[in-house]
């Protein structure tokens, strides 16, 4: 019986013994590997394969699909409450305000609150010297300025972003602050937190507060260009909650929930 298995082993299992020795020196090997062999010959091993891997694949798909949930859940909870557009609107009205506050508050050359030194001689012979304005041109920016802050609180408002419009709301709390120095030039706060300038009475109007408002360090222009400043911060974060990588690895800026799910699942 023993010549006949070793016959047999020589002439078709050869090659799983290899190398191998029994304790007693002999060239048989481990007689359980017959087993072993003669399940895999007859399929059983590769229906426990089957059985075996078909159970992890099931606990794999159930433990991607709770990924898939938890990551679905993550992003949709990241992801901004507000458009691109209106993101977009909200960064470039912020810069027009600080374009704006900048020009005013600049006191260079080319600032509009540059006065010229007139002298005029009096009835009795004497001379006065006064400092006079381009009010034309001190209107002109200030209305600008108004106009952008306008165009500021208007796309603030068009946010459900919580950061934004608490950066918003930061900004029309202070301007209510100066709201009587601002009714001294004409300058009045609506309902609606939108600034109105009466042209007459902002014309007519003591130039030394004029410039104080809008010049000089600390003002309300220079204010307001901090507080757009954080408005355009907050609306630089709600973008990033947007951000994200797709299903090809490729970077992205995404708002809308819809397109990145469709392109998942």
Do not use: C, W
């Amino acid at each position: 019986m023993s010549y006949n298995i070793n016959m047999h082993l020589k002439n078709d299992y050869s090659f799983l013994f290899s190398g191998m020795s029994t304790s007693s020196g002999g060239s048989l090997g481990n007689l359980n590997f017959l087993s072993d062999y003669q399940s895999i010959k007859n399929g059983s091993y590769g229906k426990l394969l089957k059985a075996y891997y078909k159970k992890v694949g099931n606990e794999n798909t159930s433990t991607s699909s709770t990924e898939k949930e938890d990551n679905s859940s993550k992003l949709s909870t990241s992801l901004s409450k507000d458009s691109a557009k209106t993101l977009s609107e909200i960064n470039k009205a912020a810069g027009k305000v600080k374009e704006s506050a900048d020009a005013l508050t600049s006191t260079g050359k080319e600032s509009v609150f540059n006065g010229k030194e007139v002298t005029t001689e009096n009835e009795d012979g004497t001379t006065t010297t006064s400092t006079q304005y381009d009010m034309d041109a001190i209107y002109n920016a200030v209305s600008g300025f108004v106009k952008d802050y306008n165009s500021l609180v208007d796309s603030v408002n068009k946010s459900d972003s919580a950061n934004v419009l608490k950066a918003g709301k930061n900004m029309t709390n202070i301007t209510s602050l100066y709201s009587k120095t601002l009714e001294k030039v004409g300058i009045t706060i609506g309902e609606d937190n939108k600034l109105s300038i009466d042209e007459d009475k902002f014309k007519s109007a003591d130039v030394s507060r004029i410039k104080s408002l809008f010049n000089d360090s600390p003002s309300f222009a220079k204010s307001i260009a901090s507080q757009a400043s954080f408005v355009d911060y907050a609306a630089n974060r709600e973008s990033l909650k947007a951000n994200t990588y797709n299903k090809t690895g490729a970077y992205s800026n995404n708002y809308s929930m819809g397109d990145i799910f469709n392109s998942m699942f």
